[in-house]
């Protein structure tokens, strides 16, 4: 069975900072991107960083740029989101996700095929 697994959740206070982890079992998704979303309550799910296969490209949005930061460790198969300076409006539903294609490096359009079950953010102020 194919699972990819998030931690790292929790309650932290604005400025501080989290560091989320993806782990990846049954499979080995080496070859793919992939990528952190979220998702607030009664808002739309959002890419908020992006990796592909290799590490050497990344991608964020301007909503956490300088922030965020994505990194990957193909031999564990795990992927992890370190977050600084958090804000309040960083309060959502975190999701790691495989994106579809090998060795792709159009991070800012993948498409993931497989998620994981989330792990909640909260930011308080």
């Known amino acids: 069975q194919v699972q990819l697994v998030e931690s790292g959740g929790g309650l932290v206070q604005a400025g501080g900072s989290l560091r989320l982890s993806c782990g990846a079992s049954g499979r080995s998704f080496s070859d793919n991107a992939m990528g952190w979303f979220r998702q607030a309550p009664g808002k739309e799910r959002e890419f908020v960083a992006g990796i592909s296969w290799s590490g050497l490209n990344t991608y964020y949005p301007d909503s956490v740029k300088g922030r965020f930061t994505i990194s990957r460790d193909n031999a564990k198969n795990m992927v992890y989101l370190q977050m600084n300076s958090l804000k309040p409006e960083d309060t959502a539903v975190y999701y790691c996700?495989?994106?579809?294609?090998?060795?792709?490096?159009?991070?800012?359009?993948?498409?993931?095929?497989?998620w994981g079950q989330g792990t909640q953010v909260t930011v308080s102020s």
């Open positions: 996700a495989a994106g579809l294609g090998l060795r792709s490096i159009a991070i800012a359009t993948m498409v993931p095929f497989y």
